[in-house]
């Protein structure tokens, strides 16, 4: 199965690379794995998707990341070091971290917002807290059977790694933008996207490094 790019920070995708061929009119590739779209497959897009409440049209664009992994997945080769790094290092740069030099919130917010899949949807109003659906592809509270596993688990994060101002740091920035360290990371740039805000972050962090949160019992 051909790479879908992720086209909102939610997890909300079409695929129009998956979905690519050289027949029926609709989208093609080209040799160097590069898509483009037929006349009527742009008009199916225009007639087909529009703005409304949360959900704007900028899903339908992907991002350069997001481009040359698709087009790299569809040639069936891995993406190139060099482009790999130049992404990451783009992504890392532009990683903003808490102004109040605070990383933690309230680790039972933490919870609400990681079992919380709303959000960022047509009938969402702008502005509307989104959750976070981290155990959606993460494990993260022990004997919970209703989690994914797409994702590494978290359960333990704080107890077995610590708190470092290292560790505490990579977290954040892997939360805000996870290309900022892997280049084709199916996981959704949480604080780059917008789709969370940093209070809610701190929340998220809490919950991962809290001693007293169900992630390290």
């Known amino acids: 199965m051909k790479r879908i790019a992720l086209f909102s920070a939610m997890a909300l995708s079409i695929g129009l690379m998956g979905c690519?061929?050289?027949g029926g009119g609709m989208a093609s590739a080209g040799e160097d794995g590069s898509t483009y779209m037929t006349k009527s497959f742009k008009e199916v897009i225009a007639t087909s998707f529009q703005a409304?409440?949360?959900a704007g049209l900028d899903r339908l664009v992907q991002t350069e990341a997001q481009h040359e992994c698709s087009k790299y997945d569809y040639l069936g080769k891995p993406l190139p070091k060099?482009?790999?790094?130049r992404i990451e290092k783009d992504h890392y740069?532009?990683?903003v971290y808490p102004a109040d030099g605070q990383y933690f919130g309230d680790w039972k917010a933490g919870l609400k917002i990681a079992e919380d899949g709303k959000g960022m949807t047509w009938n969402d109003k702008p502005g509307t807290?989104?959750?976070g659906n981290c155990i959606n592809c993460h494990q993260m509270i022990p004997n919970n059977p209703s989690q994914g596993n797409?994702?590494?688990s978290l359960i333990g994060y704080g107890k077995t790694r610590g708190n470092s101002e290292q560790i505490v740091k990579?977290?954040?920035a892997r939360i805000y933008d996870s290309t900022s360290f892997n280049a084709c990371s199916q996981m959704p740039p949480l604080g780059a996207s917008h789709a969370l805000t940093q209070q809610q972050m701190k929340d998220?962090?809490?919950?991962?490094?809290?001693?007293?949160?169900?992630?390290n019992k």
């Open 93 to 95: 740069s532009k990683v």
């Open 129 to 131: 807290p989104n959750g």
């Open 204 to 215: 998220i962090m809490a919950l991962l490094f809290d001693p007293n949160s169900p992630v």
């Open 82 to 85: 060099d482009i790999a790094a």
């Open 170 to 172: 990579y977290t954040w």
């Open 20 to 22: 690519a061929s050289n």
């Open 52 to 54: 409304k409440g949360s």
């Open 150 to 152: 797409l994702g590494p």
